[in-house]
């Protein structure tokens, strides 16, 4: 939102700078992301006297003149004006300066006369069209004051960052409104360059249908346009706008086209209404009858385009055709030019849902369109209108015939109670309850107080949809106090007594885990491209190219992985904990939380040791998979098992079964880049109605039969020395090393602390069907050291069930 600070004193008056109001709205109210100064190409203008004025003895029409600038030094200038006058001041550009038309003042000889300078006109400095003689200046100002000090040209814009939820700042008396509640200073409500009176006659009004002598309002569609209000104004008469008007536009980047097309511009961005101007003669019937389109109806906008308008759209229709794109933009043969005698003025309600649809459907993008989406002020449409007609009458003359009000005024928001001691607690400090009072009152709220209570009952204006909650009003209270004034320091309130939900502890524990384990993690929308017919899409996306919900987070991965290797980035360490969404009929997409992790190139960083370290492999995503299941389900057991074809190993976790998976992934790389591999685990159900009650969140997979947390066992550090020894065993393909490592700490028994796998081989001595596996054994007793016999009738134990149950024997050389 472009706001000009000169218009903003227009509705609060005030002189503070614009550098100290634009900090004042991103302290308290909205981000300012940059002041423009449009008197900047003005800057090494000063202020000149001329001490002595003469012709030119080898001229007629030029004087030569010695001129005050402030330096000390009289400097000789020559000048062609005839107005130059002894003891005047005027715009002086001194040698140096850059004129806006890009001509540099240089010192030169004109006519046999030097001339030091430049004294200069109102077009030479931008500011009109008047080049018959230099501008005068009434001033006092010394010789050598800025001429930005002395004219008043020095307006500013301020850029606003406006958020989608505060539309009522997408306007001068929006903003203006903030600046009073944040300086105290008085918001005038109607804009001090309106100099007619607002016409107060009563409005000709009806729940569907307005009619008056010279015109009508039909409503056939009242869900997307709730309430029409035209003002008829006959006898106007269209040329350039004054003065005022013009540099209104131009201070905030638009250009003038006439007095009462200025006007709509004006309001639109002065009150943050749009408003729309029809030449009355053109309309058939003199009627507006706002109804959905027929069949083959067109319509030719005012940039020239022919749109073909899709059947069942609500359009404004004149006694026969389209006349406008309701909320977007007028037609082209209905608008007002230099022959116009008689207007129509529009300012309408159109719903927000309604107007994104006719936006997109055309492909049009206007400052209309783009605050209705929004949303505006629906209890300010008849004074809007009233004020519109008033503005075209004082810059184009007519009379306001009548005013016609179609539909019903919105009704009042409800009202929100508001605990002081509601407001200590949130806040951290106590604000006193007149300091609330006036605050809200200040943003145009109505406070009603309570003798028996801390209560406040509280009724938000028209203009602010948003407030609708005890939080919104507390918010607005700390933002008028001021955030840096509150305190940061930890109070001692009492913790509450809810537990934290079982997957927010689980995102926490896998977390923790991936970045101790160097990981970085990504925090990318869940959509994507890569969609099918059964993908949830989304129906007005962020982006075109990504309007599905994703399936897996390992999509999402996949992508930044690409992207960093067009970047030549190859060694890649990245996680994600998101939301993903599953398809299911009849019904809304199964949404559930999972975590994702990405490993491919180098496994460590390089080091003079070791300059080329070993890539990723399958068994350090394995690795990374059981950790992580470890981690999402404490005191769970987990093993992985081989899967499918498109996946290394399944995840299974004790009394849940399959919970995730490990795979390599397809990534688009270049010949050089390692291979990838991805984990993606689920860690719970966000809503479901097959696992939670409506309004109630499903509990973590790991938790989902008591939606408690298990208890945390703890174990001494042992005391006695740990007995290895190491087993290489000849295993059929068919047998998982899973399955063989359950079998040994079952036969191992208690006193088997620890099994690793650490080598695999198949070659020489190793048949066909069959390979090597290598396992290190660790028994430990807790009280003693354990004797050799001990040992290995363990191990003699240990082979016999593996070679009875699963048919594996030693390898013997």
């Known amino acids: 939102m472009i706001v000009s600070h000169e218009w903003l004193k227009q509705f609060v008056p005030h002189a503070a700078s614009a550098q100290d109001v634009g900090e004042a709205l991103s302290r308290h109210c909205v981000t300012l992301d940059g002041i423009e100064s449009l008197g900047a190409h003005l800057e090494a203008f000063v202020v000149a006297q001329v001490v002595e004025a003469g012709r030119h003895p080898n001229s007629d029409h030029l004087w030569v003149t010695k001129v005050d600038d402030g330096s000390g030094t009289l400097l000789d200038v020559v000048c062609g004006a005839p107005n130059v006058v002894a003891g005047s001041k005027y715009p002086f550009a001194r040698t140096g300066t850059v004129m806006p038309g890009g001509l540099k003042i240089e010192k030169r000889k004109i006519r046999g006369e030097t001339s030091n300078g430049m004294l200069c006109s109102a077009r030479e400095l931008g500011l009109g069209e008047e080049h018959d003689g ?145 030449d009355l003669d053109t309309l058939a019937e003199h009627a507006i009858h706002v109804r959905a389109s027929r069949d083959g109806e067109s319509l030719v906008t005012l940039d020239g385009v022919a749109r073909a308008l899709a059947s069942g759209t609500t359009v404004i229709c004149d006694g026969n055709a389209p006349v406008a794109l309701a909320g977007v933009m007028g037609g082209k043969d209905s608008e007002v030019a230099e022959r116009t005698t008689n207007v129509l003025l529009e300012v309408a309600q159109f719903a927000p849902k309604f107007v994104r649809g006719v936006r997109k459907a055309v492909g049009l993008n206007t400052d209309a369109s783009y605050r209705f989406e929004r949303g505006v002020d629906a209890g300010d449409t008849e004074r809007v209108a009233r004020v519109a007609a008033a503005l075209i009458v004082q810059v ?47 943003l145009g709220c109505v406070v009603q107080t309570s003798a028996s209570s801390d209560a406040l009952t509280v009724q938000p204006p028209t203009w602010r949809n948003d407030l609708l909650l005890e939080v919104d009003l507390i918010e607005e209270v700390a933002r008028l106090v001021g955030f840096d004034a509150l305190p940061d320091e930890l109070r001692a309130f009492r913790p509450g007594s809810a537990p934290d939900h079982p997957v927010h502890l689980a995102t926490r524990r896998v977390r923790d885990l991936l970045v101790g384990l160097g990981l ?290 030693p390898r013997a050389s």
């Open 134 to 278: 230099i501008l005068t200046l009434e001033t006092d100002a010394a010789p050598g004051t800025r001429l930005l000090d002395v004219l008043p040209i020095g307006d500013a814009r301020l850029d606003l960052d406006v958020l989608p939820n505060r539309p009522d700042l997408l306007s001068h008396r929006g903003v203006a409104r903030e600046v009073g509640a944040i300086t105290g200073a008085a918001v005038q409500e109607l804009p001090v360059e309106l100099t007619v009176a607002v016409p107060s006659m009563p409005a000709i009004a009806g729940a569907r249908n307005a009619s008056g002598a010279h015109a009508s309002v039909t409503l056939h569609d009242t869900a997307n346009c709730p309430r029409y209000v035209a003002a008829v104004i006959r006898g106007v008469q269209v040329g350039p706008s004054p003065a005022w008007l013009k540099n209104r536009l131009e201070s905030v980047g638009l250009r003038s086209i006439s007095n009462v097309v200025d006007i709509t511009n004006y309001v639109l961005h002065g009150f943050g209404q749009p408003v729309h101007a029809f």
């Open 520 to 809: 970085a993690e990504t925090r990318p929308m869940p959509f994507t491209a890569n969609g099918t017919e059964q993908s949830p899409r989304v129906r007005n996306p962020l982006a075109e190219d990504e309007p599905y919900l994703r399936a897996s987070v390992l999509d999402t991965l996949a992508r930044r992985a690409e992207y960093n290797l067009s970047r030549m980035q190859g060694n890649l360490r990245l996680f994600e904990v998101g939301n993903v969404f599953t398809p299911r009929a009849s019904r809304l997409p199964l949404e559930e939380v999972r975590v994702g992790a990405l490993l491919m190139g180098a496994r460590r960083p390089a080091h003079f040791t070791d300059p080329e370290p070993p890539a990723f492999d399958r068994w350090d995503a394995r690795d990374v998979a059981e950790r992580l299941a470890l981690a999402a389900f404490p005191g769970r057991k987990v093993q992985t098992q081989p899967a499918a074809p498109d996946q290394l190993w399944t995840i299974e976790v004790e009394d849940l079964g399959v919970v995730g998976h490990v795979s390599a992934l397809t990534l688009d790389k270049p010949v050089w880049a390692a291979d990838a591999f991805g984990i993606e685990l689920t860690l719970g159900v966000m809503s479901s109605d097959d696992v939670a009650a409506p309004g109630q969140h499903a509990h973590a997979p790991a938790e989902r039969e008591s939606g408690a947390q298990r208890a945390v066992k703890f174990a001494a550090l042992p005391t006695t020395p740990a007995a290895e020894i190491d087993l290489a065993l000849l295993v059929p393909d068919a047998h998982p090393a899973a399955t063989v490592e359950a079998a040994m700490r079952t036969a191992g028994g208690e006193l088997l602390e620890q099994v690793t796998l650490f080598d695999e081989f198949r070659g020489a001595g190793v048949p066909a069907g069959y390979r090597s596996l290598a396992w290190r054994l660790t028994w430990r007793h807790p009280e003693r050291t354990l004797r050799d016999k001990e040992i290995e009738g363990r191990r003699a134990r240990l082979l016999d069930l593996l070679d009875k149950e699963l048919g594996i024997r």
């Open 396 to 442: 184009a003359g007519g009379v306001i015939e009548e005013v016609l009000d179609a539909g019903s005024a919105p009704a009042p928001q409800a009202a929100v109670t508001l605990r002081i001691s509601r407001v200590a607690r949130l806040l951290g400090d106590a604000i006193p309850a007149d300091t609330i009072v006036r605050l809200l009152t200040s």
